[in-house]
């Protein structure tokens, strides 16, 4: 009986042991990726704020704004290989309850590297609609999974619907979490064109209207947990200008810092420590354990074996 269980115990020692680099490099390699049941809300605020009110054709300034982000995974667009995230965005007027402007992106990512495609569904949207034939490329919602790296990226932008470089800035903590810190630069880009706008309001001919142009300029500094790729803070400094194609009139039409609540960074670094947690123990702690019992058993498998009685002393003598 002794014989049997050490030869059990060797057997199954062994195929833990061979199992232990199966379950690091294959098993966690497949389990890691963009969640398909992503679900996460934050929210931005800028104190001070001017933006240019459409409805009333007046500049409104030490305004308040709050931005609401809610990106939530699409589990019945997604595939095997890429993860849809429904990303929606609310820009509003704390003080009047008044929407500044509505951001919608259907982003596809690969599960494995959070690069960006173009396929089930994805665009971008805003109140005037939804644009499915916008290419997006490069990072967008989320990071590499458990591998970022310090240096630059190629980021999307929604709102000049293009991409920019990411550039790797240092490392800082964010409610006591290590964290690289990247910054985009958003160049001058027209975003939009107004057929005819005040020329009061530009410092030209004040009974004319003038065709501009909408740009928009932005510094965007991210903050990431490298062990996840989970941004866990985020600052948006955005100008907007309204400029006429020969650039003889201009204003700025929108000029705010948005900057993430220490609430929202508190969450999100929760999120992140629990991702942490579940990548580590598929990467480290239960490949290790399946080695350390595997060899625990195969051990104690050889030692009952070398000491179990030999079958010529355990037989009865022959009558």
């Known amino acids: 009986m002794r014989r049997t269980l050490g030869w059990v ?121 939804f644009d499915s034939s916008v290419r997006q490329s490069g990072l967008g919602i989320s990071w590499p999974i458990a591998d970022v790296e310090k240096k630059s990226y190629q980021f999307f932008d929604t709102t000049t619907k293009r991409t920019w470089p990411m550039n790797f800035e240092g490392e800082e903590k964010i409610q006591g979490l290590d964290t690289y810190k990247f910054v985009m630069h958003v160049g001058p880009t027209a975003i939009a064109k107004i057929d005819g706008f005040s020329g009061q309001l530009l410092g030209l ?4 209207n003038y065709p501009v142009d909408r740009v928009y300029e932005a510094n965007v500094s991210m903050w990431v947990d490298p062990r996840t790729g989970a941004p866990v803070n985020r600052e948006q400094q955005v100008t907007t200008t309204l400029r006429t194609s020969d650039g003889t009139g201009s204003m700025t039409a929108a000029s705010f810092n948005l900057k993430m609540t220490p609430d929202s960074q508190k969450a999100l670094v929760k999120t992140a420590d629990e991702s942490a947690q579940l990548i580590s123990m598929l990467r480290t702690i239960t490949p290790v354990a399946s080695l350390l019992i595997g060899a625990a058993l195969a051990a104690a498998g050889i030692f009952l074996i070398r000491r179990s009685p030999g079958r010529g002393r355990d037989a009865a003598p022959d009558a």
């Open 205 to 208: 001919d004040a009974k004319q």
């Open 9 to 129: 115990a060797l057997v199954l020692g062994f195929s833990l042991i061979a199992l232990a680099p199966l379950q690091r490099f294959y098993v966690a390699e497949q389990l890691i990726g963009v969640p398909k049941d992503t679900y996460q809300k934050s929210t931005l605020e800028a104190a001070g704020a001017s933006y240019f009110d459409a409805d009333t054709a007046q500049m409104r300034t030490g305004a308040t704004l709050v931005a609401t982000n809610t990106t939530a995974g699409n589990a019945k667009a997604s595939t095997d290989d890429v993860t849809v995230l429904d990303s929606f965005t609310v820009l509003e007027d704390l003080s009047t309850g008044k929407q500044v402007e509505v951001q919608v992106q259907k982003a596809a990512l690969n599960r494995k590297t959070s690069e960006l495609t173009n396929c089930c569904g994805a665009g971008i949207g805003s109140q005037t609609g």
